[in-house]
């Protein structure tokens, strides 16, 4: 089953708007979680992370939450921008072991101008 | 500043021929490196990683072979392709276990 799930598939909204990227957990080992953004045809980029000792953080307009009782996390991009039109994907990993990421299966975001 | 090139940057092939796909690593010393496959519009699997040269393990089995014959280098491979084995083949590597996972830019593979 997916350890690391994503929602919602897609999500389409105008610039200016908010986006809300969610993602949750099953495995409650993870400490560490990084958000990738993926333009079609390019390699993911790391975007943002945080570990589970933090409850938000901040970097830009971009903004994640995590709620570690409930296992959940959510990424918010403020004011968004059509250049911000990728895909989004979760990631989770316990110990903090980078080179074992369990990636969720993404968020394709569409900004309209 | 560190780079990491893959190539080729996409292939044509034909089911039951060979392949190699090359990535290298410059200005890091002793990264870690992976090999991720990433079917069209899917997510990212993990295929093979490698944290010193000469040694490579596998995490999932998909009848292909990787090998790193140099700190900077990675090589992914199959004697055989399957239709199966089209994607995104992407290579990416840290500098230690707790460190950010970098990935390169890609190589596209359709296999008809």
């Known amino acids: 089953q997916q350890q690391v799930r994503q929602s919602p598939q897609s999500l389409t909204v105008w610039e200016g708007e908010t986006a809300i990227l969610n993602c949750s957990y099953e495995d409650s080992t993870f400490n560490y979680f990084p958000w990738y953004q993926q333009f079609p045809g390019e390699g993911p980029a790391l975007l943002i992370s945080i570990r589970s000792v933090s409850d938000k953080k901040e970097d830009g307009r971009f903004t994640i939450f995590f709620n570690k009782r409930e296992k959940k996390l959510s990424l918010h991009i403020t004011d968004s921008q059509p250049g911000d039109s990728a895909t989004y994907f979760c990631?989770?990993?316990?110990?903090?072991?980078?080179?074992?990421?369990?990636f969720g299966l993404g968020t394709t975001l569409q900004v309209q101008p | 500043a560190q780079t990491i090139h893959q190539w080729p940057v996409a292939e044509i092939k034909a089911v039951g021929s060979p392949l190699s796909l090359g990535c290298t690593i410059k200005?890091?010393?002793?990264?870690?490196l992976y090999w991720y496959w990433q079917a069209t519009g899917g997510t990212l699997q993990q295929l093979f990683y490698?944290?010193?040269?000469?040694?490579v393990e596998s995490v999932v089995q998909l009848n292909l072979s990787a090998s790193r014959p140099k700190d900077d280098q990675f090589i992914l491979s199959t004697e055989k392709l399957l239709l199966s084995h089209s994607g995104f083949y992407l290579c990416?590597?840290?500098?230690?276990?707790?460190?950010?996972?970098?990935f390169g830019a890609g190589t596209r593979l359709s296999v008809l």
């Open positions: 990631a989770a990993s316990g110990t903090g072991n980078t080179g074992k990421l369990i």
């Open positions: 990416a590597w840290t500098g230690g276990f707790q460190n950010t996972l970098y």
């Open positions: 200005g890091k010393s002793s990264p870690n």
């Open positions: 490698s944290i010193t040269v000469g040694q």
